[in-house]
């Protein structure tokens, strides 16, 4: 994933960008970026590796260096950035959020036509958001070229421009993501995350549509290119990786998962399941929002079994290494002997990819004394890897846990019925259920079904993405 954050002011706006895109930190991983413009300096640039110290920390030293009334930064978990691009266009800086499927077809076709060639990274890769740059830079101007690369592009391209008179900012085609627009006084911003512009005084403008570009400076905003009519945003912002204070059209991310949880509840109330378990648990951090209505929703007390040490481990998904991520996130749970000893838990995670932490957090707790473990993900089972955002991607589809419960159990007939499978209600759903229980050791377990889940967001179902459930586009 990764997130973005842009303003455009008659002030010197360097603070808002830094502590704006600081905000997106939960969104990526690996790198964050920013490019200030200034009349006097022109363009400043900074880009910092991430992974192991918090964007925060890593630019803190970088501020006194900057100065301008305009800039764009971003949290990426692929490839370093913002560029800096110098064509017929002009100079620009270009941070993106997505994926580019079709890359090396891209690259080749660039290379067709020779004399032309791209900085490789130390993989050999094409940086994504230089190859989209190379695609922008294919026709006669910004609107146009970004328009030409989101065509062009197998995947999703939502996409920030720095010029030295203003910021542009480009929804991918298809609304994936989100693009907002907050003002005040003295200027406005471009953000993924609404309240990173709360915070800093800018009240809520505009929400870009499918497909839009907007021209935003320190006066305001015009659009560019219309928006399209279809939108297919993407779920698991509001399971997942949303913060809670966010709202993605129209919809709170913290008020779906009490809502998420409740569903899950009655599933398991119509089913006679789960009734006289101890207490319910939210899986930390994400999940504890849909436990808490779980809870709500089931009379039953909502506790805290184990707690996260995040002093001096705040990301669970790094060092990059396997093993050392499990042994990581091993230290990091902290438990709660009082809450578990002897006790029939519930947990509820945001939802189940892999497994693998998973494994080792269900013998963490028998290992302290829990009587029962059950298991409750607040998304129906990920069948697909993400074609569009990076999320739930993997080498092979069949690292999901639930794709290689079904390998196991069926071989590739199993793939034939993906959509049986996902249903707990289908003879195939039970035994898929049943050989995971048997396999992590719970003692029950249940997913929330797509149409629960999709009443929890709460718009209209045309416009969600739900590719990583059903592989429907």
């Not at 049943?434 to 079904?449: D, K, N, P, T, V």
Request: with cysteine.
């Amino acid at each position: 994933m990764g997130g973005f954050f842009g303003a455009v002011s008659k002030r010197d706006c360097v603070l808002d960008i830094f502590f704006g895109v600081d905000y997106h930190s939960h969104l990526g991983t690996r790198r964050g970026g920013m490019i200030i413009y200034s009349k006097e300096t022109g363009f400043q640039r900074q880009i910092h590796n991430i992974e192991n110290t918090p964007f925060r920390t890593k630019f803190e030293n970088d501020l006194r260096q900057f100065q301008g009334n305009s800039g764009i930064g971003c949290i990426s978990d692929t490839d370093p950035q913002p560029l800096l691009v110098r064509s017929h266009i002009g100079l620009y800086a270009l941070t993106t959020v997505g994926i580019v499927n079709n890359a090396e077809k891209l690259v080749a076709r660039y290379f067709s036509d020779h004399g032309h060639q791209f900085m490789a990274m130390s993989s050999g890769k094409v940086n994504q958001t230089e190859l989209i740059a190379a695609l922008i830079n294919e026709k006669p101007d910004l609107v146009s070229g970004i328009l030409h690369a989101q065509e062009e592009i197998d995947g999703s391209a939502t996409i920030l421009v720095l010029t030295p008179d203003a910021v542009y900012a480009a929804r991918d085609q298809l609304g994936r993501l989100p693009v907002l627009i907050g003002q005040m006084a003295d200027g406005c911003c471009v953000s993924f995350e609404s309240f990173a512009y709360h915070k800093l005084g800018y009240e809520d403008a505009y929400e870009l549509g499918p497909r839009e570009i907007v021209k935003v400076t320190a006066e305001g905003f015009e659009t560019l290119s219309p928006p399209g009519d279809e939108m297919r945003i993407c779920s698991f912002l509001w399971t997942y990786y949303g913060y809670p204070n966010s709202n993605y059209e129209g919809k709170n991310v913290e008020v779906m998962r009490y809502r998420n949880g409740e569903l899950l509840a009655k599933i398991d109330q119509d089913r006679g399941l789960a009734q006289d378990v101890d207490y319910i648990a939210g899986v930390p951090d994400s999940g504890i929002p849909h436990a808490i209505g779980y809870a709500n929703a089931g009379n039953i007390p909502f506790a805290r079994p184990f707690i996260k040490y995040t002093p001096t481990w705040p990301r669970s998904f790094m060092p990059a290494n396997q093993n050392i991520r499990n042994q990581v996130a091993k230290m990091k749970q902290i438990p709660v002997p009082e809450l578990i000893e002897g006790k029939k838990l519930l947990f509820v995670d945001d939802s189940i990819v892999r497994g693998t932490q998973l494994r080792e957090t269900v013998e963490f707790l028998y290992e302290s004394g829990a009587k029962e473990v059950h298991m409750r993900s607040a998304c129906p089972p990920i069948m697909y890897g993400c074609k569009y955002l990076n999320f739930s991607s993997s080498n092979s589809e069949m690292e999901l846990l639930a794709r290689k419960t079904v390998q196991k159990l069926e071989g590739d007939e199993g793939q034939k019925h993906l959509e049986e499978y996902a249903d707990a209600n289908t003879e195939r759903g039970q035994c898929m259920l049943r050989s995971i229980c048997e396999e992590f050791g719970f003692s029950s377990l249940g997913y929330q079904s797509l149409d629960g889940l999709l009443e929890a967001i709460g718009i209209d179902r045309s416009k969600v993405c739900t590719y990583c459930w059903n592989g429907k586009e």
